[in-house]
């Protein structure tokens, strides 16, 4: 699977829009963009992946560049809820034995 | 049940004792994955079953660690002779059949402190 990187950490006001960045430079043809998030001492959230196409759905907006080298997760409204650790990763569509491999994500704080 | 059930949700344990921990996953859920989160750190993998193929052990990190999956469904992960270095939150994951791996559910893991 292809390596991930964001940045360790954001701050983002309540009620206000939060962009989170990923680069997966690296990333295969077949491969989708997946985020997850864990809210403290809860198990991971699936939020959202995509593939070329811009996706959206009831928690989050995905958007993928047109070269697919980076992307951006959008969270319209952002509440104190929504304070977590954020993990971007690319993972190969076709299954198979390897794990989900999760970085350190970015730790998203919602500001009041 | 409707998710990923782990047991026990915490557990305490001395230097040298073997604890084991137990996933139930999503009914009809035919991957399963166990993962461990040391404090502040990411999801490191631990290992991957799925349906009746040999299971992927590349993430265990000892001879210490084993797990197994019975009938397809439930899974336990022993660990023997517990290390300090074990205490860590121990996270099971299940997916649906077929290729996407959208539909990945985890737990709400298994927290192992070894005093």
């Known amino acids: 699977d292809a390596k991930t990187t964001q940045p360790p950490s954001m701050d983002c006001a309540e009620g206000r829009a939060a962009n989170l960045p990923c680069n997966h430079s690296?990333?295969?043809?077949?491969?989708?963009v997946y985020w997850y998030r864990q809210i403290h001492s809860q198990g991971p959230q699936y939020i959202i992946h995509g593939l070329k196409n811009n996706e959206t759905n009831e928690m989050a907006s995905l958007i993928i560049t047109e070269d697919r080298k980076s992307s951006t997760l959008i969270l319209p409204h952002a509440t104190l809820r929504d304070t977590a650790v954020y993990y971007c990763i690319a993972l190969y569509s076709g299954g198979g034995a390897d794990g989900l491999t999760f970085g350190k994500g970015t730790h998203l704080i919602i500001q009041p | 049940g409707a998710g990923v059930s782990q047991s026990p949700s915490n557990k305490v344990t001395e230097k040298g004792k073997d604890v084991e921990l137990r996933c139930d996953p999503i009914?009809?859920?035919?991957?399963l994955y166990w993962y461990r989160q040391s404090l502040g750190q990411g999801l490191e993998f631990l290992i991957y079953?799925?349906?009746?193929?040999?299971?992927?052990k590349s993430g265990l990190p000892s001879d210490r660690f084993s797990a197994e999956r019975t009938g397809g469904s439930v899974s336990t992960l022993t660990i023997q002779r517990t290390q300090q270095e074990d205490s860590a939150v121990y996270l099971c994951?299940?997916?649906?059949?077929?290729?996407?791996?959208?539909?990945?559910?985890f737990g709400e893991g298994s927290w192992l402190t070894v005093v």
């Open positions: 994951a299940s997916s649906s059949p077929g290729g996407l791996r959208n539909t990945i559910y």
């Open positions: 079953f799925q349906g009746n193929s040999a299971p992927d």
């Open positions: 690296t990333i295969s043809g077949n491969e989708y």
């Open positions: 009914s009809g859920h035919t991957a």
